[in-house]
T-cell receptor, first 115, second 113 residues
Framework: DTEVTQTPKHLVMGMTNKKSLKCEQH?????MYWYKQKAKKPPELMFV???????INESVPSRFSPECPNSSLLNLHLHALQPEDSALYLC??????????????FGSGTQLSVL | AQTVTQSQPEMSVQEAETVTLSCTYD???????LFWYKQPPSRQMILVIR??????QNATENRFSVNFQKAAKSFSLKISDSQLGDAAMYFC??????????FGTGTRLQVTL
């Protein structure tokens, strides 16, 4: 199994809603990542988890709350989002956090629309 | 800070022909890696090819090869025998001492019959 599975594929939420994005991998990878990609832009790193501990937070607003319950699962909890947070949210994993991100596997993303 | 520049927003190639996508980067680090990722309409980012900066030999993966010019900080991707399935957005990316990928703005490749 060389897949990173993200659910849901699409999500529409209001600014007062609370929702969660889910990412799962069963490749034994110990590093997991959240990227945000606005339309027609490159992905931008949000968070990195290494061995289930938060390793990097790229100054992401607190309305985004990541969680890594175990080495296979990564969640992104959303609360009080703004319309400008509408984007494609990509999850990725790699064997270890390291200099090369040598084999970064991406999921197909969750397309989020905030109304 | 490292930057990655892709100066070609769109490129077009005929099926079976060869196309080269350009990428330049700026860094003060001596040890780093460069990547080309492909993002088709399915939205999944797929690694196409990877180059270690310390290796002088250009990386190749089947129909994909790179021209890595370290002194010029240039990293272009050549796609030979283009296929319809190669149509996608292509991102050049850099990874140095930090555990993150810095992407360029992307080049949309169209493949025509």
């Amino acid at each position: 199994d060389t897949e990173v599975t993200q659910t849901p594929k699409h999500l529409v939420m209001g600014m007062t809603n609370k929702k969660s994005l889910k990412c799962e991998q069963h490749m034994g990878h110990r590093a997991m990542y959240w990227y945000k990609q606005k339309a027609k832009k490159p992905p931008e790193l949000m968070f990195v988890y290494s061995y289930e501990k938060l390793s990097i937070n790229e100054s992401v607003p607190s309305r985004f709350s990541p969680e890594c319950p175990n080495s296979s699962l990564l969640n992104l909890h959303l609360h009080a989002l703004q319309p400008e947070d509408s984007a494609l949210y990509l999850c990725a994993s790699s064997p270890h956090e390291g200099i090369a991100n040598e084999k970064l596997f991406f999921g197909s993303g969750t397309q989020l629309s905030v109304l | 800070a490292q930057t990655v520049t892709q100066s070609q927003p769109e490129m077009s190639v005929q099926e079976a022909e060869t196309v080269t996508l350009s990428c330049t980067y700026d860094t003060s680090e001596s040890d780093y890696y460069l990547f080309w990722y492909k993002q088709p309409p399915s939205r999944q980012m797929i690694l196409v090819i990877r180059q270690e900066a310390y290796k002088q030999q250009n990386a190749t993966e089947n129909r994909f090869s790179v021209n890595f010019q370290k002194a010029a900080k240039s990293f272009s991707l050549k796609i030979s025998d283009s296929q319809l399935g190669d149509a996608a957005m292509y991102f050049c990316a850099y990874s140095g001492t930090a555990s993150k990928l810095t992407f360029g703005t992307g080049t949309r490749l169209q493949v025509t019959l």
